[in-house]
Every structure is written in C-alpha cells, then in structure tokens.
C-alpha cells in the first residue's frame, strides 16, 4: 500500500504579538504599535503513509504542537499545503477539546460529534469508551475537576473506540498511569 494518509509540503506557520504597553500610551500615542511576527514552523515538508507512524522530535518551542494543529485543522498556515487525502483526523493534545463545565459523559458525545459521528453512533460505543477510560463513577464529574490523568484517559478513550483514520497525539500519553499507558500504546 503507497498511498499517503499525510502529505505536508513548505508549510509556514507565524503569529503576530505586540509587545506589552499600557492603555494610556496608547490612547496618547499616534504612532501605531508594530506587531512582531514569530516564525512558529518554517517550510516543512514530509509525508506519511498508510499505516506508517512518524514522531516529530525537537525541544520547546519548535513547533511540534502548531505542525500538529495544522494538520488538525485548528491553525491554518500561512502558506504551504496539508493534505489529508479525505481521511478523517483527530488531535489528543492536553487542555484541548473538552467543555470544561460539562461531566465525562457530555464531553464524550460533544467530543465525537466534532470528529464527525453522529449522536447515535457516539452512545452505542459510549459504555466502551468508559469502560476504555476507567473513570468509574467520575464521568459523571465535570472534567473540570479532572486530574491530568482522567483527562488524558478519557481523551484517549474517545478517539480509540470511535477510530478516526488518522490518530494525532501531543504528549497526551506523558500522563497517567503506567497500566493506562500501556492498555493506550498496545490500542
């Protein structure tokens, strides 16, 4: 099988800030504040075949987590192509997805609808993802007063059972126990 689930060519990803000023000078001040422009991912390419895996290594700050975002569909670059040849896609990234407010079990209907199931489809596998997860009673709680742990268990389990086509995980994995971690890595 050589097709490409992935194909990423010369993407560039920047963001605009400005430095921090006060409100006054601003008001005051007729010069317009200039935005400094950060240069998060600069012409990356590769691409990725079915059923291959690929780890993208580097410090801090490299960009990891905006190539993987963009890849998502949550940033867009600037320039460059993503191509995804019609396959499906979910992002397990920590801190990203979940309403905060709402319990386990709300999440995980919100959650599956955004990667395209239908509310139907998403409460037939719900008693597996719970189980998957082994959040016990918890999923009643809202994820708010979820430990890292939960939360990346039920992220997990989410994307697990539903089975995107293609699985993206950002560091959600360095969380939990090490019995999850392996019940996730053998999935």
């Not at 867009?76 to 396959?87: E, K, Y």
């Not at 389990?157 to 560091?171: G, P, V, Y």
């Amino acid at each position: 099988m050589n097709e490409y689930a992935i194909e990423v060519k010369n993407l560039c990803i920047h963001y605009k800030g400005l430095k921090s000023y006060y409100i006054k000078q601003s008001l005051l001040s007729r010069k317009r504040q200039k935005a400094e422009v950060f240069q998060a991912v600069k012409n990356v390419s590769f691409s990725v075949r079915e059923g291959e895996i690929l780890g993208l290594v580097g410090k801090n700050g490299s960009g990891k987590s905006t190539i993987l975002n963009a890849v998502a569909g949550i940033f867009a670059p600037n320039s460059g192509t993503i191509d995804l040849h019609g396959h499906s896609v979910s992002l397990l990234s920590i801190g990203v997805g979940f309403q905060r407010e709402l319990s386990g079990r709300e999440n995980i209907i919100l959650s599956g609808m955004l990667l395209g199931f239908s509310e139907k489809q998403v409460r037939e596998r719900m008693e597996e993802i719970i189980e998957f997860s082994e959040l016990g009673e918890f999923i009643e709680a809202p994820v708010r007063t979820y430990s890292s742990g939960m939360y990346s268990k039920l992220a997990f389990s989410i994307t697990a059972i539903l089975e995107t086509d293609i699985m993206l995980i950002d560091e959600v994995l360095s969380v939990g126990d090490a019995k999850f971690k392996k019940r996730a890595t053998t999935r």
